[in-house]
């Protein structure tokens, strides 16, 4: 009789590697699982949004970016927060929609080892027009003592420190894909069973690719080096420009398909616009991970030191071989 051939869901994926190092402590992938369940939540309100208007559109308030913030944001930020305050794996969390960070200052939180730095709901601005949007996070051990509270000595580590990071992309399928140093894995989420599972093992970023995404509108506004590199993207017969504007969309494109992400600095905004810490870094070190390069447009992503919770960074990122041609331009 054939069997119906089982495939793993995220639980059992992140149980099976736990097995694999039998000194681990099972907490990691605990907080993985917890941001699965977040995540899940989160997608139905996604799924929904244009049908209610009591979560589209603006909830009036600005966050410490200066942007409009959606009600999606504010629900993905809570569901975030509340699975992971609940859980037992995560001393506090930084995130684009508080100001400071949440520290869960309970005897339990206060024993967790890590903490979690996360974009709830990037690419907002798509919300209202249906257009792809994800949740970025990642997740760093703390240095500070364990039975303490956390602190924000916890959050302003280089991306080299990061244990694990992720995206959950809301698009035409909900995914959640996540990487340790040991290999990026996708997960599909299957509504028949309401489980994420494995459906893109070890993903590897093709080594080259011929997808360059930029915001052309900002052309003018890029150091010359930068625009000589879009221009040379152009010379090429079989490149293509592709651009979301919401990352995790454009990201997760060039991962499976290989190219270059590009949000380069301006004139007027010399970092750019991407968070340090809660998009470039995890972004950064998933492509790092699958075989790709991530630069500043100088350094390594992962090697630039935070100084500020909320601090931004230019980001480079992709194929190795684009990135190789990208970075010999931008530093001749
Ligand atoms: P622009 C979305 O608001 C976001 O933070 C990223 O997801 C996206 O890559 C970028 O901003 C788009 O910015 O200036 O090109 O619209």
């Keep these: 009789m054939q069997t119906h051939r089982r495939v793993l869901t995220l639980d059992e994926f992140t149980i099976q590697e736990l097995r694999q190092f039998p000194a681990a402590t099972g907490e990691l992938s605990g907080l993985l699982r917890d941001i699965g369940l977040a995540a899940k939540r989160i997608n139905v309100e996604v799924n929904k949004a244009g049908l209610v208007d009591d979560i589209l559109g603006d909830a009036g308030s600005v966050n410490v970016q200066g942007e409009d913030v959606k009600k999606l944001d504010l629900f993905a930020d809570n569901q975030l927060i509340s699975v992971l305050r609940n859980g037992i794996y995560c001393a506090g969390v930084a995130s684009e929609e508080n100001d400071d960070i949440v520290v869960f200052d309970d005897e339990v939180s206060n024993r967790s080892k890590y903490v979690v730095l996360m974009d709830p709901l990037d690419g907002s601005s798509n919300i209202d027009v249906n257009t792809s949007i994800g949740s970025i996070f990642s997740i760093c051990r703390r240095v500070t003592p364990l039975g303490t509270p956390c602190t924000l000595q916890d959050f302003l580590q280089p991306g080299v420190r990061i244990v694990a990071a992720g995206y959950v992309i809301y698009g035409s399928s909900t995914m959640l894909v996540y990487g340790t140093r040991r290999g990026v894995n996708g997960f599909t989420l299957d509504p028949s069973i309401g489980e994420f ?22 052309y003018y506004a890029f150091n010359p080096r930068v625009r000589d590199y879009i221009e040379h993207c152009q010379q090429q017969k079989n490149y293509t420009q592709r651009y979301v504007g919401s990352m995790v969309a454009d990201i997760h494109r060039n991962l499976i398909k290989g190219g270059v992400f590009l949000y380069p600095g301006t004139v007027a905004k010399p970092q750019g616009k991407l968070r340090l810490l809660y998009e470039c870094n995890p972004m950064a070190f998933l492509m790092e991970v699958a075989g790709g390069l991530a630069t500043d447009g100088v350094r390594r992503i992962l090697e630039v030191p935070p100084t500020g919770l909320h601090q931004r960074s230019p980001l480079f990122l992709g194929s190795r071989s684009m990135m190789e041609t990208l970075t010999g331009m931008l530093t001749r």
């Design 197 to 218: 599972c494995l459906s893109h093992r070890r993903m590897q970023c093709p080594p080259d690719g011929t997808i360059y995404s930029v915001n052309h509108g900002n």
